[in-house]
């Protein structure tokens, strides 16, 4: 089907780089087209080309006059990437002797619709258009879902994303296929569990996943569904309450990153995690070294789910005050993020009241204990050399200052002076 669109004509000024850049046999594909296509216009544009030759070459011109970042993606199959500030230009060379063979390799209907910047002419030969206007996801041919896996796993998040629902046989069919994703980089698989993980419209999808056999080799202990649906309805009430801690909640843990990487790893995204982690400790680590998780993301993860275990034995108001000590110091800066949790998992936020009192104070000894004295000051008050027996004094006045034993240098450096006797 080919038809005119003069929706994208009064785009144009939004792009990073002039159409003229654009040579006539060039189509727009993908994400972009369906979402102007629903009337949507991100702040972030990802534009996807596809033309019949010349694809690098042209990525590599405009890189060039315009200053932008340039990454060869497959030099195979001639695919390259120019990086704006505030945008990223695909260009690939077409696949097939056709635009409509292009197309007809690709995921899902309303993804393979193609838009010629210069005439406006629309091509939709799956039926996407009609597809867009009833809300499906719908595949465009099962082999499609075998040339790639991880579309398996994009269905659902795809559906996640734009409000859509999955055509029944569609389901079927990413069902028998499911074991393929034993073949997909662990890399990939993450990135698509991170968009679910990123929207309050995932949640039900992840349970889906799972219903439907897609996560059991990746998350063999995923059973908290219930809990990752209470994480946006507690931080909603958190908001009304403590407004003061949802920011940090929402801060990408990337300060570099843009578009979707900065909204799929923030606090928010990455504590829904522990529904899919199971309690114990060493299981949820190997998940999330096969899933590459990085190191900080894994520190921090084992960090909250350490918490979360600790207030399942006692609550806050059993704790000792080297126990608040520690859970502090545990969980760090990602403090709203444990509360969140603790909300979803049924603690209330009457309960945790001193608790974030303390986070948000920062003269708080228990929460932002500040040492009494330094490395230095003991040395010269005990007459110590550099060495080991200087961290373990530090360590134990730091306890000791959380138990409530010494607030003062003074009282520390005595403490100290026992010690060393």
Known sequence: MSSTNPDFAALFDQWPFDLAWIPNSAYLVGGYVRDVLRGRSP???????????????????????YQAGFVLLDAERHIARVVFPNATADFAQQMGDTLTEDLQRRDFTVNAIASNPHTQKLVDPTGGLQDIQKGIMRMIAPKNFQDDPLRLLR????AAQLG?????????????FAPLLKQISAERVRLELGYLLSSPHGTPWLQTLW?????????PDAAGFAHIGAVDP???KLATVWPELIPRLHQPLNENAQGSEATQRTLLSLVKLLGLLGQDI???????????????????????LQGWNTLAQKSMGQLTRREQYFLFQQVGEAFPALVVWLMAVGHSLEEM???????????????????LVSGKTLMTALNLRPGPQIGELLKALELAQADGTINTAEQAITLAQTWKV
């Open 43 to 65: 702040a972030y544009l990802d534009l996807d080309f596809v033309l019949p030759n010349g694809a690098v070459e042209t990525a590599q011109a405009i890189s060039q006059h």
């Open 155 to 158: 269905a659902y998040r795809q």
């Open 164 to 176: 859509f629902e999955l055509d029944s046989e569609t389901q079927t069919t990413i069902r028998q």
């Open 211 to 219: 219903q439907d056999g897609l996560l059991s080799s990746w998350l």
């Open 234 to 236: 507690a931080l909603d």
């Open 282 to 304: 060493k299981m949820a680590k190997q998940t999330l070294s096969n899933l590459k998780y990085a190191k900080a993301d894994m520190t921090l993860i084992l960090s909250l």
């Open 353 to 371: 009241h001193d608790f974030i009192q303390a986070y948000l104070d920062p003269e708080s000894l228990i929460a932002h204990p500040q040492p």
